[in-house]
C-alpha cells in the first residue's frame, strides 16, 4: 500500500489545499501504476510551522515541501513497468505543482522508501 506522508508549512494547510493535495497524490499513483491502485494510496499531511522550518542555515522562507512515499519493494521493480522509480518522483513533483502552485516545483524534494517483504503488516500480520 503506497503510503505518503508530505512535510510542509503549516499555514499553507488552509482546509482547501489539503483535498487537492489528497488528490493530487492519489493521481501520482494512478499515472505510474494504472486505475486499479486508486483506492491505495494513504495520504498524511504534516504541518509544520514555518518558524520550525529551515533550508541551508537560516528560516525557510518559501514552501519547501517533502514528500516521502512509503511501499513495497516489490512494487519498485515490476517487470510490467519501466523506471518506476523516476516515473514515481516526476509525477509526485507534477502533483505537488498542481496542488500548491508551480512555483513551488524546484523545492519539492521526494523520498521513497522501499520497504522489503516481512518488515511491514496489515491488521498484525506480516506482508
Keep these: 500500500m503506497p503510503h505518503f506522508n508530505?512535510?510542509?508549512h503549516e499555514e499553507r494547510l488552509d482546509g482547501e489545499?489539503?483535498?487537492i493535495l489528497i488528490r493530487e497524490l492519489t493521481e501520482a499513483i494512478v499515472e505510474v501504476y494504472g486505475e486499479q491502485f486508486r483506492s491505495l494510496p494513504v495520504v498524511e499531511l504534516i504541518g509544520v510551522p514555518q518558524a520550525r522550518w529551515g533550508v541551508g542555515g537560516k528560516p525557510a522562507s518559501?514552501?519547501?515541501p517533502v514528500v516521502v512515499l512509503h511501499m513495497r519493494e516489490g512494487g519498485l521493480n515490476l517487470p510490467?513497468?519501466?523506471g518506476i522509480p523516476a516515473r514515481l518522483i516526476a509525477s509526485i513533483t507534477d502533483a505537488m505543482a498542481?496542488?500548491?502552485g508551480e512555483e513551488v516545483r524546484a523545492r519539492v524534494?521526494?523520498?521513497i522508501v522501499g520497504i522489503p517483504a516481512g518488515r511491514s503488516g496489515v491488521a498484525g500480520e506480516p506482508v
Excluded: K
Aim: aromatic share 0%; charged share 20%.
Design 6 to 8: 508530505v512535510h510542509m
Design 17 to 19: 489545499v489539503e483535498p
Design 62 to 64: 518559501v514552501l519547501h
Design 80 to 82: 510490467d513497468i519501466e
Design 98 to 100: 498542481r496542488a500548491l
Design 109 to 111: 524534494t521526494v523520498v
